[in-house]
């Protein structure tokens, strides 16, 4: 009965969006994490028909059962394997079986369909599809071939590299690809559970989403760098971009939650990093001019978001466009537009990578024309990857977009900025010089969410640069008045 009550807790706290699902399951405290975790995605995947099902047969009328707790028992009970629960509960739930069972099969001659997962809607059915298992090859402790014998002689087959996405969505047993992106990660059938795996437990494999892959991939920075993680935590990026590095440089990763900070180090340790300089600090708290940072060239940028591009979030009913506040997109853009502006001011700064979990525009390509509006004198957007199928929103199809549909990952957003060359910056950027600009507020305040600060203004005053620009727009006229 336990678990059905914490479930019900969990959708209630859902509806009034009072926190994320895992947040809100792990900090229920119930002993089996896993089975809560899957009876809430599911009981919400299927929340309408089980509704719809609930309210046919006047279960909450004849019974003292709120919703949400209906919802849970009469999904054990007609989807999934079963109440799992004795007592008062079970004798109820049990009372109604056949009609409940008899409203289903209604719903479903009604619909023309055979199975249970039918009834959802196709964009459900869509999200519902795990990508498959991705898992990068750590480079610190071992090479791609090691990783692929080894796994051969526990008799998987190695198939090769990938020529398609659709390859990889057909895999299925102990098949496995390496991905045809990105070098060294290998793809696995979406049921492919290697937690327990040597390998991961080693640290000679990282189980990371192909999208998360492709920040340190694209930032790229060489041996001996020096590099900022500004918001790291939990660590898988910044174990990555070691691996680019070698080991070799300097990588220095801020994160401003301890206990997550505290997690990543000890990922860290695992992955064989080295190169690394932890501080339990806000990024927007650096101060660019210390010579600590005086070599660093090269910035990842992984700020707070919504997180609406996760998959297994159930994202298709809590984080739809209409169901996340403008206000809290507002916020969000607001901070990462800070955070961003503020890595630009390190005066040795070469390259910089954006990315973001977010599938909101307000959070991906608003926040970077919104820089570059600011920037685009001294950086410029640099067009990524043309192999990539999902490109950014227009005008900005130099970004790179992820998603289940189109990439077999989970959302993700990346931009890479450049610092442009003396002779560059005198050149107007044509891409975002007439775009207009996301408005983003001035002051905002952040909910308290993993490392988030509270969001400063958003809106820089204007520079001279864009004075010169509009006195240089007022010459035509002058000329043609005279």
């Excluded at 896993?34 to 599911?42: P, R, S, W």
């Excluded at 227009?394 to 977009?401: E, K």
């Amino acid at each position: 009965m336990v678990l059905y009550v914490k479930a019900a807790e969990i959708l209630d706290k859902i509806e009034n969006k009072e926190g994320a699902i895992k947040t809100l399951v792990y900090n229920s405290k119930f002993q089996n994490i896993k089975q809560l975790y899957a009876l809430v995605c599911e009981t919400l995947k299927y929340a309408k028909i089980l509704e719809e099902i609930i309210t046919s047969t006047g279960l909450l009328k004849q019974n003292k059962l709120r919703m949400n707790v209906a919802k849970v028992l009469v999904y054990d009970l007609l989807i999934g394997r079963g109440v799992k629960c004795g007592g008062s509960w079970k004798a109820l739930i049990m009372k109604h079986r056949a009609r409940l069972q008899a409203a289903l099969a209604r719903l479903k001659i009604k619909r023309k369909v055979s199975r249970n997962e039918d009834l959802l809607p196709k964009a459900s059915q869509a999200q519902g599809k795990q990508p498959p298992r991705y898992a990068r090859v750590n480079t610190l402790k071992t090479s791609q071939e090691d990783v692929i014998d080894y796994l051969k002689r526990e008799g998987y087959t190695y198939l090769g590299r990938a020529s398609s996405l659709e390859e990889l969505q057909q895999l299925s047993g102990k098949r496995f690809y390496c991905d045809l992106h990105l070098p060294g990660l290998l793809v696995f059938p979406a049921k492919t559970d290697l937690h327990a795996h040597f390998l991961y437990q080693a640290g000679h494999i990282i189980l990371q989403d192909k999208a998360s892959c492709l920040p340190a991939f694209l930032l790229n920075p060489p041996a001996g760098a020096h590099v900022i993680d500004a918001c790291a935590a939990p660590g898988n990026k910044t174990s990555h971009l070691a691996a680019v590095l070698g080991n070799r440089g300097k990588l220095f990763a801020f994160d401003l939650d301890p206990k997550r900070l505290s997690t990543m180090s000890t990922l860290l340790l695992r992955a064989g990093v080295t190169c690394h300089e932890l501080a339990n600090q806000d990024f927007l708290t650096l101060n660019p001019e210390d010579p600590r940072y005086s070599q660093v060239e090269y910035i990842l940028l992984d700020p707070s978001c919504s997180g609406s591009g996760m998959v297994g979030r159930m994202n298709e009913l809590t984080d739809s466009p209409g169901s996340v506040p403008a206000q809290r997109l507002q916020s969000l853009a607001a901070f990462q537009l800070r955070c961003l502006n503020h890595a630009l001011c390190f005066p040795r700064l070469q390259r910089l990578i954006y990315s973001t979990c977010s599938v909101h525009e307000e959070e991906n390509e608003g926040v970077v024309r919104a820089c570059l509006r600011e920037h685009r004198r001294s950086f410029r957007l640099v067009p990524v990857l043309p192999s990539w199928p999902e490109r950014g929103q227009a005008p900005l199809t130099q970004c790179l977009r992820a998603s289940p549909g189109e990439t077999l990952t989970n959302g993700f957003f990346v931009a890479m900025l450049e610092r442009r060359s003396p002779g560059e910056q005198e050149q107007e950027d044509e891409l975002t010089s007439d775009e207009d600009v996301t408005s983003l507020p001035a002051n905002s305040d952040v909910e308290a969410e993993s490392h988030d600060p509270s969001p400063l203004e958003a809106e820089p005053a204007p520079t001279a640069s864009k004075k010169k620009r509009k006195k240089r727009k007022k010459k035509p006229k002058q000329q043609q008045e005279n």
